[in-house]
T-cell receptor
C-alpha cells in the first residue's frame, strides 16, 4: 500500500545531540515537504523539495538541514539539538498537481 | 504573498447544532484543500476543491469553493462529538511549474454533549 512513513514517532534527546528524522514515501511523489508544528498551533513550512537534488528553505527559518538523494527519501537533520527545537515535525508529499498533500504520522521531538 | 485566514479560530458548539467555518485567501487560486487533525496526530485529507462552485460532502461535513470571492466554507450539520478536531484549509500557491500549499491557522472545533 502506498504511504508515507516517518520515524521515530517520538524522540527524547539531550541538548547538543545530532539527530536525523526520517521520512520515506512509496508513492513516487516528486514533491516533499517538512512542517514544524507546536501543539495546537499552525503549521510552518521549514523545507521542501521538488525532486532529487533539489531542496529549498521554507517560510520559517530553521536550523535544520535536509537532503534529497533519492525520490522516496527526505530526511531532516539537526546537527546540535536545543530545547527550542522541541516540536512536532510533519513530513508530506505530493504528486500530481491538484491532489494536495499526503502527510506522514509525524515525529514528536523533545529536547531536554 | 499568499495569505490564508480562517475564522473562527476556536469554535465550541453543542451536539446537534449547525455551524460554518470560513476560509479566505488573498490571491487568485482555484485549488483549495481541507484537512482534519486530531490532537497529537497528523493531518488527514478531507476535501479537495478544484474549481469555482465546487461542492463536496462527506457525512455531516460539506465544503464549497467560491474562487471569485476567494472564499471556502466548511459547513457542519448536526454536529456530533466525533467531529471535535482542528480543521485546516490550505490554498495552492503557484510558483512557476511547481507549487506549495499555504495553510490557514486552523479552527479548533469542540463539540459538547
Amino acid at each position: 500500500e502506498a504511504d508515507i512513513y516517518q520515524t521515530p514517532r517520538y524522540l527524547v534527546i539531550g541538548t547538543g545531540k545530532k539527530i536525523t528524522l526520517e521520512c520515506s514515501q512509496t508513492m513516487g511523489h516528486d514533491k516533499m515537504y517538512w512542517y514544524q508544528q507546536d501543539p495546537g498551533m499552525e503549521l510552518h513550512l521549514i523545507h521542501y523539495s521538488y525532486g532529487v537534488n533539489s531542496t529549498e528553505k521554507g517560510d520559517l527559518s530553521s536550523e535544520s538541514t535536509v537532503s534529497r538523494i533519492r525520490t522516496e527519501h527526505f530526511p531532516l537533520t539537526l546537527e546540535s539539538a536545543r530545547p527550542s527545537h522541541t516540536s512536532q515535525y510533519l513530513c508530506a508529499s505530493s504528486g500530481q498537481v491538484g491532489y494536495g498533500y499526503t502527510f506522514g504520522s509525524g515525529t514528536r521531538l523533545t529536547v531536554v | 504573498e499568499l495569505k490564508v485566514e480562517q475564522n473562527p479560530l476556536f469554535l465550541s458548539m453543542q451536539e446537534g447544532k449547525n455551524y460554518t467555518i470560513y476560509c479566505n485567501y488573498s490571491t487568485t487560486s482555484d485549488r483549495l484543500y481541507w484537512y482534519r487533525q486530531d490532537p497529537g496526530k497528523s493531518l488527514e485529507s478531507l476535501f479537495v476543491l478544484l474549481s469555482n462552485g465546487a461542492v463536496k460532502q462527506e457525512g455531516r461535513l460539506m465544503a464549497s469553493l467560491d474562487t471569485k470571492a476567494r472564499l471556502s466554507t466548511l459547513h457542519i450539520t448536526a454536529a456530533v462529538h466525533d467531529l471535535s478536531a482542528t480543521y485546516f484549509c490550505a490554498v495552492v500557491y503557484s510558483g512557476g511549474s511547481n507549487y506549495k500549499l499555504t495553510f490557514g491557522k486552523g479552527t479548533l472545533l469542540t463539540v459538547n454533549p
